[in-house]
C-alpha cells in the first residue's frame, strides 16, 4: 500500500508575510486531511520559517534544488547538507524549468538525485514531455530516456528511495490537465519501466502528478491505480485550495 504523497512547490513565488499567512492556513486545516503525507517545497530563503513553524506538526518540506557538490566555491549554490541541516525531508530534481532554463542535463539531474541521497534527503524525480514531444509520439521514449539516466548513474534501489513525479511540460501553469486516462497511461508506463529492473522498486515507489491539479481536477486524477499524489504549483499557494488537494487523496 502506497501512501499518497501531496508536495506543493512553490517557485519562486512568496514573501515573508505570505509565507507566514499560507503556513498558519495550512496548519489550521490540517485536520480535513486524513490520508495523505504533506509537503511543502519552498524558496530556499524561507526555508528557516517553514522550519519554525512547521517542526512538530505532520507536515514536511523540502528544498526546489540541490547542488551535486556538498561544500565549497559554487557561488550561488545551495547544497543538500545545508537543507538537511534545516530539517528539509525531501528535495524537488529535475523540475522541468530547471531543464528548460537552467539547461539541466539528464545526467545532471543523475548527479543531483545521488548527491541528495548522500545528504539524507528523499529526492522528488521530475519527469515529462513537452507538447512537440507528445505530438510527435515520444512521450514514452522522453521519459524513459530521463528514468534511465538517473537509474543507471544511482542504481534502481536508490531510485527506489525516492519519489517519481510525471509532470508533462505542456500541463504547467497552463490550466490544461492532462486527463486521468493520459496520466495513468504514463504513470503505468514509468512503473513497468522501473519493475523491468526491480519488480519491488515498482511496487512501492510513489509515482506524483503534477501540472495543473486543483481542487477540481484532483480526485479523479488520484484515484487512477498508478498515480499516488500529487507534486502543485500554483494551487499549492492557496491554503484552502492545496488542503483541498490534499484531502482528495482521503480514504
Ligand atoms: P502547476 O500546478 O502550477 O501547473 O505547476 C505544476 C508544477 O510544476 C509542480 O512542480
Same mark, same amino acid.
Given at each position: !500500500? ?7 512547490? +512553490?517557485? !519562486? ?9 499560507? =503556513? ?5 486545516? !490540517? ?10 517545497? #519552498? ?15 505532520? /507536515?514536511? +518540506? ?8 556538498? *561544500? ?22 529535475? &523540475? ?10 539528464? %545526467? =545532471? ?9 548522500? #545528504?539524507?534527503?528523499?529526492? /522528488? ?13 515520444? @512521450? ?8 534511465? #539516466? ?19 511540460? +505542456?500541463?504547467?501553469? @497552463?490550466?490544461?490537465?492532462? @486527463? ?6 504514463? &504513470? ?24 495543473? !491539479? ?5 480526485? %479523479? ?10 507534486? /502543485?504549483?500554483?494551487? *499549492? =499557494?492557496?491554503? @484552502?485550495?492545496? =488542503? ?8
Amino acid at each position: !500500500m502506497r501512501q499518497p504523497l501531496v508536495a506543493g512547490n +512553490w517557485k !519562486m513565488n512568496g514573501s515573508r508575510a505570505s509565507v507566514a499567512e499560507l =503556513l498558519n492556513g495550512l496548519k489550521a486545516g !490540517m485536520a480535513r486531511v486524513k490520508t495523505a503525507e504533506v509537503a511543502v517545497c #519552498a524558496p530556499a530563503v524561507f526555508i528557516p520559517a517553514v522550519q519554525a513553524e512547521l517542526a512538530g506538526t505532520p /507536515i514536511k +518540506w523540502g528544498g526546489q534544488d540541490v547542488s551535486v557538490h556538498a *561544500s565549497g566555491a559554487y557561488t550561488g549554490e545551495i547544497s543538500g547538507p545545508m537543507l538537511a541541516d534545516f530539517a528539509c525531508h525531501y528535495v524537488i530534481i529535475g &523540475h522541468s524549468e530547471r531543464r528548460a532554463y537552467h539547461a539541466e542535463s539528464d %545526467e =545532471l539531474v543523475a548527479n543531483k538525485f545521488s548527491a541528495a541521497r548522500a #545528504a539524507g534527503l528523499v529526492p /522528488i524525480l521530475c519527469v515529462g514531455e513537452t507538447l512537440d514531444e507528445r505530438e510527435a509520439g515520444v @512521450t514514452e521514449e522522453v521519459v524513459g530516456r530521463q528514468l534511465d #539516466a538517473v537509474v543507471a548513474h544511482c542504481g534502481i534501489d536508490v531510485v527506489g528511495e525516492g519519489v517519481i513525479a510525471y509532470e508533462p511540460v +505542456w500541463a504547467i501553469g @497552463t490550466g490544461k490537465t492532462a @486527463t486521468p486516462e493520459q496520466a495513468q497511461e504514463v &504513470h503505468a508506463f514509468i512503473r513497468a519501466r522501473l519493475a523491468a529492473a526491480s519488480r519491488s522498486v515498482a511496487d512501492t515507489v510513489r509515482v506524483l502528478y503534477g501540472g495543473s !491539479m486543483n481542487p477540481n481536477n484532483a480526485a %479523479e486524477l488520484m484515484l487512477q491505480d498508478d498515480i499516488d499524489g500529487g507534486l /502543485i504549483g500554483g494551487a *499549492s =499557494l492557496k491554503a @484552502t485550495d492545496f =488542503l483541498a488537494v490534499c484531502s482528495a487523496a482521503n480514504r
